[in-house]
């Protein structure tokens, strides 16, 4: 959680800098060639800024619900936040392993998944040894919680 919340606050600083410096210089230069009306590159930044101050406002709010989550409330028995999950799909008869993360640090090539997906949300609150359904748009499939190690577990 750490790591994301720093690296949501590099990109803010990154957004910050980019309208406080850069913009202003460049909706200058802008101004200079005249006509606003019929200017391409007054538009153009006049577009980036209002992109970056939304992008700004998202940053700050995903900071500041990342500030209340309670690390000391995440279930220590049950695949919450964080959590390192192997399920046995009976199916294949294969394993497959996922970290639930937050939304910022899914990557499904890593077997990030993010808790709030719908694969996150059935596992979500398991146990190991229970069973978990997963239901896709290609259906729907069954796989046995075999191994959690919880947040408070994890090592890396």
Avoid at 77 to 85: L, N, Q, T
Wanted: glycine share 6%.
């Amino acid at each position: 959680m750490i790591d994301v919340r720093k690296k949501l606050q590099e990109e803010l600083n990154v957004v910050e800098h980019e309208l406080r410096v850069e913009l202003p210089k460049e909706i200058l230069r802008a101004r200079e060639l005249g006509d606003l009306s019929e200017n391409a590159e007054y538009k153009s930044a006049k577009e980036r800024q209002s992109y970056l101050e939304g992008r700004k406002a998202q940053l700050q709010q995903r900071l500041a619900a990342l500030s209340l989550v309670n690390m000391d409330k995440i279930p220590t028995d049950r695949a919450a936040y964080g959590s390192k999950v192997t399920l046995y799909e009976y199916e294949t008869e294969k394993e497959i392993e996922y970290r639930l993360v937050s939304p910022e640090e899914s990557d499904i090539s890593r077997g990030f998944i993010s808790i709030s997906s719908p694969i996150g949300r059935c596992i979500a609150g398991k146990m190991a040894g229970d069973t978990v359904e997963i239901v896709t748009p290609a259906g729907s499939k069954e796989y046995e919680l075999r191994s959690l190690v919880t947040f408070h577990e994890a090592e890396d």
